[in-house]
């Protein structure tokens, strides 16, 4: 199975600053990786697919990249609707495995 | 618009079944696989099943293989997942899920499944 190793768990940052969180797989997933954003009592939203496609309807201020076993969700601007927990998913091959997740707080 | 609606969860005693379901619209349900998913409480995700859109290949988690059972009726638009010898550990929301080029584009709401005595 491969592991996705997902960091850091938890980040505190402000409104307005650029976050990064990564994920790290133990094997090559051929950029078949997806981001989700959770907010609490609901279900889980697609935000980018396949490294760096951004989900329709989902603010350019979300990016992802990677290549390889490396790979990063990036928003270049917080807002305060994007704090919530975010999960890594590959889905090169199965079974499907998700990122521990990164909660995302207001600091 | 896409919608998945799940139902069937509840509080059932360890060793017991269930069947839950998850009724979809807004696209061509017998033209994509469907998944399943689930969430532990205060937990992380984990993909536990997939369907092919004419059923013609199943894959499962390790965690739930030989006890868990993904099937459709796309004359129904309907997913199911029939969970067997139920243990405290699959307590959890469960989550279907549409596949496509790429998966999990679209979730229902979940239904909670408890196992506990």
């Known amino acids: 199975d491969i592991q996705m190793t997902q960091s850091p768990s938890f980040l505190s940052a402000s409104v307005g600053d650029r976050v990064t969180i990564n994920c790290k797989a133990s094997?090559?997933?051929?950029?078949?990786l997806n981001w989700y954003q959770q907010k609490l009592g609901e279900a889980p939203k697609r935000l980018i697919y396949n490294t760096n496609n951004l989900q329709t309807g989902i603010p350019s201020r979300f990016s992802g990249s990677g290549s390889g076993t490396d790979y990063t969700l990036t928003i270049s601007s917080l807002q305060p609707e994007d704090f919530a927990t975010y999960f890594c998913?590959?889905?090169?091959?199965?079974?499907?495995?998700f990122g521990s997740g990164t909660k995302l707080e207001i600091k | 618009e896409v919608q998945l609606v799940e139902s069937g969860g509840g509080l059932v005693k360890p060793g017991s079944s269930l069947k839950l379901s998850c009724v979809a619209s807004?696209?061509?349900?017998?033209?994509?696989?469907m998944h399943w998913i689930r969430q532990a409480p205060k937990k992380g995700l984990e993909w536990i099943a997939l369907?092919?859109?004419?059923?013609?290949?199943?894959y499962y988690a390790d965690s739930v293989k030989g006890r868990f059972t993904i099937s459709r009726d796309n004359s129904k638009n309907t997913l199911y997942l029939e969970m067997n010898s139920l243990r405290s550990e699959d307590t959890a929301m469960y989550y279907c899920?549409?596949?496509?080029?790429?998966?999990?584009?679209?979730w229902g709401q979940g239904t909670l499944v408890t196992v506990s005595s």
């Open positions: 899920a549409k596949s496509g080029t790429s998966p999990f584009a679209y």
């Open positions: 998913l590959q889905h090169n091959s199965f079974p499907l495995t």
């Open positions: 369907i092919y859109y004419d059923s013609s290949n199943k």
């Open positions: 094997q090559n997933i051929n950029k078949y």
């Open positions: 807004g696209f061509t349900f017998s033209s994509y696989g």
